[in-house]
């Protein structure tokens, strides 16, 4: 069974250009959770979605940052315009959301680096 | 507040030698989960066990057990006979049943296994 899949793997761009990330989830997986990781930071949550609806986007740094989830089986993380320290690693992970609380599978992250 | 304090920033052992991973978390909800999940360099993170609030029976899965105590809000992870493919970095995570089933990670304990 395919797992969560993130493109691009790795992107760099320069300050001040549009970034987007995107995440396929797990087919049958109704919760999606973007996450950040940084050296600073650590891992940390942006949003989450449950049935494509956003949940909680009290992660989300700023107004660069944007998040949607047009159907089931498609999400995107935006960045506009980017700076450097949005330079990180970026997760999307899926679950079940359900009754009980179902494990969160990760895909392979994109490795973002804003010069 | 939740938290996750996993107090061990690096730890390094030679092959074969038994190590534990710390893990202490916070929490004033009487339904949580815990899990652990392994990074290995490649940068994707693994899951490996979770483990809900009303559940203190210890696991062992091969090498790797797993010690969950509520009297002391720990649950700590040991590899038995270590070896060098279990270098990585290991994140314990709270998950609340609120809040729509967020991760809230610790910093991670960095194991290098030296041969």
């Known amino acids: 069974d395919a797992g969560v899949i993130q493109s691009p793997r790795h992107e760099v761009t320069e300050m001040g250009q549009e970034v987007t990330l995107r995440c396929k989830p797990i087919s049958g997986h109704n919760s999606l959770f973007w996450y950040r990781q940084t050296m600073m930071r650590g891992l940390e949550l942006l949003i989450y979605?449950?049935?494509?609806?956003?949940?909680?986007d009290s992660g989300m740094p700023e107004d660069r940052f944007s998040a949607k989830m047009p159907n089931a089986s498609f999400s995107t993380l935006k960045i506009q315009p980017s700076e450097p320290r949005d330079s990180a690693v970026y997760f999307c992970?899926?679950?079940?959301?359900?009754?009980?609380?179902?494990?969160?599978?990760f895909g392979p992250g994109t490795r973002l680096l804003v010069l | 507040a939740q938290k996750v304090t996993q107090a061990q920033t690096e730890i390094s052992v030679v092959e074969k030698e038994d190590v534990t991973l710390d893990c202490v978390y916070e929490t004033r909800d009487t339904t949580y989960y815990l899990f652990w999940y392994k990074q290995p360099p490649s940068g994707e993170l693994v899951f490996l066990i979770r483990?809900?609030?009303?559940?203190?029976q210890n696991e062992i899965s091969g090498r790797y057990s797993w010690n969950f105590q509520k009297s002391t809000s720990s649950f700590n992870f040991t590899i038995t006979a270590s070896q060098v493919v279990d270098s990585a970095v290991y994140f314990c995570a709270l998950s609340r049943e609120r809040q729509g089933g967020k991760l809230i990670f610790g910093q991670g304990t960095e194991l290098s296994v030296k041969p």
């Open positions: 483990r809900n609030s009303f559940d203190e």
């Open positions: 992970a899926s679950t079940r959301a359900g009754r009980v609380r179902e494990t969160q599978y």
């Open positions: 979605f449950n049935n494509n609806v956003p949940i909680d």
